[in-house]
């Protein structure tokens, strides 16, 4: 159910702000750079300079972008560098190659490939011994709530992101579960991601209209000059996002490169393998991207052209995937599948309703990892493994504490079998 508010969403954005700065003792503002972690660091940092009060901004730096992004990224931390606390992380994290199957995986700021580094480390760029935490290697995803953990000790603290409900369904679902147990001041706009750190997204209700909106309003505050270049070419407002360039969903604007940074484009078909062949096809549809529809050869039937699929990866990626798919059958069997049909209505296939060989056949087109169009999601890494088994830790059997309880309120149980979460 909407509701509507009778205030502006670039106040109802600021009254959120001061919400959290007010409950929450460590926020911290995560700015990759782009168009709305830019506009969400203006409006913390003017209700903070108000109080005279400095707030953490954290940079996780995935070395492989736009310079303009860098340049934003610099002048915002030049402007506001008498109150914030930084930390511009340029890890070894490991992320996703989503343009090869012989590379399905990469190291940023990888210590063994500096030769071929898009760009060298910033000035800005934090002594990483700091975060006890860090493993080399660990992934994005394991990173970030664990620098919460660790930015607020034993009290809270609060990442303060710059996502929008209009972007997509998964960032929608992020903020419409009013019914949500980890908050703060139970605001569905807040979500407690760890024992004590939280998310907080106050532009959740800004479309990307408004984004530029506040720019024509306050010219002075710096942007990303990489949206102006988009534009420019023709790239749609609703398509204009920035991140790693070579992951599943990104790889699509990955041509862009060619387009707006000539120089940096030469350094990204460099740094990982079949970026430069998949560019070619980026926004194709059909067997060769796996995106819309697809086709079979006409002598085939779905589950022998999965397996002809699988014959032609490389050993490591084909046992990857049929390990995967192995699992995705063995689920639907207990669900009364003793056969898997080789298709199945179109629809009933994309609400993810039934299995089909033709599921599969689109996941191995679309180079889709972790297969998630299969219903997987992305594992734990390896990496943080061995952080766990480093630090000893055990997980903990007692419930993640309630907003402003403090650690000593309650008993806390062991399990001394398991690693910690």
Same mark, same amino acid.
């Given at each position: ?29 995560? +700015? ?8 969400? #660091? !203006?409006? @913390?940092?003017? %209700?903070?300079?108000? $109080? &005279? ?22 002048? +915002? ?8 606390? #930084? !930390?511009? @992380?340029?890890? %070894?994290?490991?992320? $996703? &190659? ?324």
């Amino acid at each position: 159910m909407i509701r509507k508010l009778d205030i502006t969403v670039l106040q109802a954005a600021r009254n959120r702000i001061n919400l959290i700065l007010d409950k929450v003792p460590h926020p911290f503002v995560s +700015l990759s750079g782009g168009k709305d972690s830019t506009v969400l #660091l !203006h409006l @913390v940092m003017d %209700e903070a300079i108000k $109080r &005279n009060r400095k707030v953490g901004v954290l940079i996780i730096d995935l070395e492989a972008q736009y310079k303009d992004t860098v340049c934003n990224l610099e002048k +915002l931390v030049e402007m506001y560098k008498d109150h914030i606390d #930084l !930390h511009w @992380v340029c890890a %070894e994290i490991t992320l $996703r &190659n989503a343009t090869s199957v012989y590379e399905p995986k990469w190291t940023c700021w990888d210590s063994e490939k500096k030769a071929i580094w898009v760009r060298s480390k910033p000035k800005y760029a934090s002594d990483l011994s700091q975060y006890d935490f860090y493993v080399p290697g660990m992934e994005f995803e394991e990173f970030v709530p664990l620098f919460g953990e660790w930015y607020g000790g034993n009290e809270p603290s609060c990442a303060i992101v710059g996502i929008r409900a209009d972007e997509s369904l998964n960032r929608y679902k992020t903020v419409a579960v009013f019914k949500k147990t980890g908050t703060i001041d139970g605001t569905s706009w807040t979500t407690r991601i760890g024992k004590s750190s939280y998310n907080a997204y106050p532009i959740y209700d800004w479309k990307a209209s408004d984004i530029w909106k506040y720019h024509s309003v306050y010219p002075n505050k710096p942007h990303n000059c990489i949206y102006d270049k988009m534009q420019m070419a023709g790239v749609p407002l609703k398509e204009q996002r920035l991140c790693q360039p070579y992951g599943d969903t990104q790889r699509r604007g990955l041509w862009l490169y060619s387009v707006l940074e000539a120089d940096t484009w030469a350094k990204l078909i460099n740094r990982v393998i079949g970026a430069n062949s998949y560019s070619i096809y980026a926004r194709e549809h059909g067997n060769v991207t796996g995106e819309g529809k697809i086709t079979k050869p006409e002598d085939m039937t779905w589950e022998q052209y999965a397996k002809v699929l699988l014959k032609s990866l490389p050993r490591k990626s084909a046992e990857h995937y049929a390990a995967r798919i192995r699992r995705f059958f063995g689920g639907w069997s207990k669900r009364g599948y003793s056969v898997i049909p080789d298709e199945v209505d179109q629809n009933v296939e994309n609400l993810h309703f039934a299995p089909s060989w033709r599921r599969v056949v689109k996941t191995l087109l679309r180079n889709d990892y972790w297969c998630k169009g299969l219903g997987f999601s992305q594992p734990k890494s390896d990496a943080y493994g061995k952080y766990l088994a480093l630090k000893g830790k055990v997980r903990t059997k007692s419930k993640p504490r309630k907003w402003g309880e403090k650690k000593n309120e309650r008993a806390v149980s062991h399990d001394n079998d398991a690693p910690a979460a």
